[in-house]
């Protein structure tokens, strides 16, 4: 009855895709040791990687009940919450990865997203330069600034930003390029 060799197990299976062995293992050392955090988080984790989101979160939930001042977890649920739609519960979420680690950039570049989904375009303008800042060559990030700077009805900062995106290669249309150097002149 020893729930850190179920634990370990669910997390091979999870390596290996197996993630309905992977949710037996851990749900058996959960119940051997209700108390572990890291076996909901890692329960919590397989399911959303298995896309059953709403199933995630109250593993999510239980493990920060148990220990509140995990980043990781934090910036797990937030990624979940996303997927699921709730922007604004999602944001608080990263806040929170980000205050207790601000290390985690990709934290900071989802959050943007997040921000952007809530139609917060200059939150989420503020996020996409702080994350190119630190990763300037992310094409995705100056892509997803590209799209924010048209929000705002900044475009020509919409079209560097996109024409940074292209020369990483990001699949920027041709068309969305002619939009933006339309609404220029």
Do not use: C
Not at 144 to 165: G, I, P
């Amino acid at each position: 009855r020893n729930e850190k060799i179920w634990s370990n197990l669910g997390n091979l299976y999870g390596l290996q895709q197996k993630f309905d062995k992977s949710l037996d293992a851990y749900s058996h050392a959960i119940e051997i040791n209700p108390k572990n955090s890291s076996t909901y988080l890692n329960r919590a984790i397989t399911y959303s990687m298995m896309k059953q989101y709403e199933k995630s979160i109250p593993d999510y939930d239980k493990a920060l009940e148990l220990s509140p001042d995990i980043a990781l977890t934090y910036k797990n649920r937030a990624y979940t919450l996303l997927q699921l739609g709730q922007y604004d519960r999602s944001i608080s979420d990263y806040d929170k990865a980000i205050q207790l680690y601000p290390y985690d950039t990709i934290s900071v570049l989802n959050r943007g997203i997040a921000k952007f989904n809530a139609k917060k375009f200059e939150d989420a303008m503020t996020d996409f330069k702080n994350y190119i800042k630190v990763v300037p060559n992310s094409a995705e990030a100056n892509y997803n600034a590209s799209v924010a700077s048209k929000n705002l009805n900044r475009f020509a900062e919409a079209l560097q930003y996109a024409q940074r995106a292209a020369q990483l290669k990001y699949p920027v249309s041709q068309q969305y390029m002619e939009e933006l150097k339309s609404k220029l002149k």
